[in-house]
């Protein structure tokens, strides 16, 4: 059975860090990775999917990377901003099914 | 905004009551699905819609009735819920239902007293 573990489970930094976000799964066979975004009471914004072949993705400050055979996929945030505070959570979604398995998340906050 | 559209966004029903949460997708998409967020846990899939087909079942318990009349739009209608159903219930749509990326709604807020 497919779980994905996400840590740490909060963190609080100061503005203009860089962050690595952990993103753990029990099983290598998936078909690809999602980071999402959520602000409190809001919906997911998708930030960045990566399938299962590629290595990494990037967008603007975000960079996220897989190692599918680790099972590992981490989130890297340049030069934090306090509207980086949220939660963000990652998903995998299995070979040849509708389902994304979530992590619980990490709660972020970056303060000026 | 994401092109995905909820409403409510906040409900409050009793127990014995009947209330239907709508989707709406404007985004030209073939897959549809319900989420359930609750406090401390992951999000978890509810149901799936490909092309109005229900394709997914995740072992929703009967009170919870989903609804798909057509491609841009998803019903889940609700009754004689339990106090442990509130929780935040997330739409999502997408492309189809293996390789694309999921586009969520804002999500309706669902409080059973």
């Known amino acids: 059975k497919q779980e994905v573990t996400q840590i740490p489970a909060a963190l609080s930094v100061p503005e203009g860090e860089n962050l690595v976000l952990n993103c753990s799964f029990t099983d290598s066979a998936i078909y690809n990775l999602q980071w999402f975004r959520q602000d409190p009471g809001k919906g997911l914004t998708s930030l960045l999917l990566?399938?299962?072949?590629?290595r990494e993705q990037t967008s603007g400050r975000l960079n996220a990377s897989l190692d599918k055979s680790s099972g590992r996929s981490t989130l890297y945030i340049a030069a934090s901003q306090p509207g980086d505070s949220a939660t963000y959570l990652c998903a995998v979604r299995l070979p040849d099914t509708d389902k994304l398995i979530f992590g619980t998340g990490t709660r972020l906050q970056v303060f000026p | 905004e994401t092109g995905v559209t909820q409403t409510p966004r906040h409900l409050v029903m009793g127990m014995t009551n009947k209330k239907s949460l709508k989707c709406e997708q404007h985004?030209?998409?073939?897959?549809m699905y319900w989420y359930k967020q609750s406090a401390k846990k992951p999000l978890e899939l509810m149901f799936v819609?490909?092309?109005?087909?229900?394709?997914e079942n995740n072992s929703v318990p009967s009170r919870f009735s989903p609804e798909c009349p057509n491609s841009s739009h998803l019903f889940l209608h609700l009754h004689t819920l339990q106090p442990e159903d509130s929780a935040l219930y997330l739409c999502?749509?997408?492309?189809?239902?293996?390789?694309?990326?999921?586009?969520f709604g804002p999500g309706t807020r669902l409080t059973v007293t």
């Open positions: 985004l030209g998409h073939n897959a």
């Open positions: 819609y490909n092309f109005k087909e229900q394709t």
């Open positions: 999502a749509s997408s492309r189809d239902r293996t390789s694309y990326e999921q586009y």
């Open positions: 990566i399938q299962s072949s590629q």
